[in-house]
């Protein structure tokens, strides 16, 4: 195979689009074409160890140096709360060891990569649809502290054995959630510090739907 085809395949394989590649490597997506085409076939080393970094593959296979087999990363699983009971998940998380878990690439996860305090959702809605659209996963931190949340970072939080997500600021002895939307429906969520709300973790990490 070509290194085209070789990029290619290694996207298809993986689901990607090359709109969502193109976000995660700041290649943009007409080089990524070029790139699998064939096009252009003297890839700069920069942009191809970025790329065999995403997809979690050795650069040497793609300039044909060695063969790919069994050379892909195997998937850290994580704890996956999946649709079905996305609205009963409960404000603590103790229970997490008994939910399903989801694999993915330590080239996803980056720095976050195996890390135990992560747990997968998947987001339901349209209150976050300037940041994060409906159907995108999203990698939540829970081993955080409310006194080191900064304001406008992006967290999950339950209350009543419901969770949502949104931006998160502390007004003194006040706590207040905000939606980051283009509907002018979604509103502020406001809670007293007296309130029984559970901060369930906070987001470092989405991959994003975009249809």
Known sequence: MTKGEKLYNARIDRNFTRAEVSQATGISDKLLFKYEKDIITNIPLDN???LCSFYGINPTYIVGWEDNTNKRDTPSQYPFIPAA??????CT???RKELPTIGLSDAIMGKYAGNKHILIMR???E???KVIPSGSFIAVKTDIEVKNLKDGDLVVFGKEHEYSLKRFYDA????IFKPDSSDPRFTDHVYNKTDTIFIIGKVVLSIRNYE
């Open 48 to 50: 191809l160890e970025k």
């Open 85 to 90: 009971v996305a609205a009963g998940i409960p």
């Open 93 to 95: 998380i103790e229970g």
């Open 123 to 125: 987001v339901n809605g």
């Open 127 to 129: 209150s976050m649809n």
């Open 172 to 175: 003194g002895d006040r706590i």
